[in-house]
C-alpha cells in the first residue's frame, strides 16, 4: 500500500449505515468547527439530524467510532479513471462503477467522471452511460465533467490535439437528448464565443476555464457571460504578470468564481498553492485529483489514447516527462492540503466536500453534516488518512 506518496492501494475500510440509527465519533464537523459529544441521525440514507448526546433516547441503536474525526464524504470533481480504467476507454456503465468503486475506499463519496477531450461518440457514449447508471444504481457518481474538447491546442498537456476542435451546437444537443444535469465542461474562453458560454448556462452547465491562453480581459468577458470556475489552477494556462495577468489574475478578481488545484507538490509548487488559497479562501477553492487509472490499482502504468503514462514516485508522466494527469486520491490531497500547504483538517475538508458541493448547486443534498443531507460519512485520523467510509451504497 502507498499513501502520501501517491495512493495506488487504499486501507480505508467500507460500511454501510443501515444497522445503526446515530452514529459518533470524537468530532464532528458541524458548521466548521469540530463539536464534541454530538450524534448524527441517520435515516433512509439522510442526515435526519444532528443532536447532543443528552438528547439521544436511552434505548438508542449508536455506533462510537472512537477518538477520530467524522466528516462529511469527499466530492471529487475531476476524475479521469481508476481501479485500472481511464473513462474514455470505458464509457460504459461498467467503466463508471468500477471506477466509483476504486475511488470509494479513499473517502470519495461523490464525484464527476471526467471525460478527457475525445471523438463526440465517445462523449454520447459516455452521456448515455451516465445517464443509465442512474436509473440503476447511481453510487457516487453525482453528474459529469467534459475536460474539452473546446481546448486551445497551445495549452493542450496531455489531450489529444487531433480531437481538439471548435464550440458546435451538438454538444448543446447532447444535452437536450439526455437530460443531462449537474455537468461541468472545461473550455477555453478564448476559443468559443459569449453567446456559446450563456447558451451553456442557460442549459444548466457549470463552465470553467481550463487548457487555455486566454488574455485577462478575454477571460472576464467569459465571467461576465457566466463562468464561474477555473480548472486546475495554473496548469496548462499562462503564468500572471505584472502587465498580462491573464486567466490566473482573472480567476483572483472574480471574487465569486472557484478554483480546482491539484496538490500533489508536483503540478504546482505549494507556495504558490497556499498563496492561491489565501486569496480564494477555502470557501472558493476545491481540491481535486485529476486521477488517473492507477489510482486504486495495483498496476500503475497505463495507456492513454495510444501513449504510455509512466507513474514513477507518484507522478504520471509521458515518455517526454509531460504530467498526464496524477496518481494521487482524495485522501491524499485532503493529506497534502494539511502537511504541504498548511491548512487545517476543517478547512482542508471544506475544500474537498463542502466547496465542490455548492460550485456544482449540490450542497443541499451533499457536503455537509446537516439535516437532509446523504449520510456518506468519513471518519479520519488528525493527519487526514481515512480509517473508514461509510455509506448507504
Known sequence: ????????????????????????????????????DHLLHVTAGKIKSVLSRDRVPEDAKIRDLGSGFLVPGFFDIQVNGGGGILLNDAPTMSGLEKVARA???????????????????????FAGAY?????????????????????????????????????????LDLLDEFGLDH???????????????????????????????ATYEQTMDAVNAGLTGFTHLYNAMPPMLSRAPGVIGAAFQAPSSYCSIIADGDHVHPAVLKNAIASKTPDHTILITDAMPCVG??????????????????????????????????????????NLLGQTLEDSVKMASETPARFMGLDHKIGLLKPDRQADLVFMDQAGQVQEVLTTF
Open 183 to 213: 455537468v461541468l465542461i472545461t473550455l477555453a474562453p478564448e476559443k468559443v464565443s459569449s453567446d456559446f458560454i450563456q447558451a451553456l448556462v442557460q442549459a444548466g452547465v457549470i463552465v470553467a476555464a481550463g487548457h487555455t491562453d
Open 297 to 338: 490499482s495495483k498496476n500503475p502504468d497505463f495507456i492513454l489514447q495510444g501513449e504510455k503514462i509512466t507513474v514513477k514516485q507518484g507522478r504520471c508522466t509521458t515518455s517526454e516527462g509531460v504530467l498526464a494527469g496524477s496518481a494521487i486520491s482524495m485522501e491524499d490531497a485532503v493529506m497534502r492540503s494539511i
Open 1 to 36: 500500500m502507498q499513501k502520501s506518496g501517491g495512493s495506488i492501494l487504499a486501507s480505508g475500510n467500507i460500511s454501510t449505515l443501515s444497522d445503526f440509527d446515530y452514529i459518533t465519533a470524537g468530532f464532528l464537523l458541524i458548521d466548521g468547527e469540530w463539536a464534541t
Open 131 to 171: 445517464c443509465d447508471i442512474q436509473s440503476a444504481y447511481p453510487l457516487s457518481i453525482k453528474g459529469l465533467h467534459f475536460e474539452g474538447p473546446y481546448l486551445n491546442p497551445v495549452k493542450k498537456g496531455v489531450h489529444n490535439e487531433r480531437f481538439i476542435r471548435n464550440f458546435e451546437d451538438k454538444f
Open 103 to 125: 475511488h470509494l475506499p479513499f473517502g470519495t463519496t461523490s464525484m464527476l467522471p471526467t471525460l478527457i477531450t475525445d471523438e463526440f461518440d465517445i462523449m454520447r457514449r
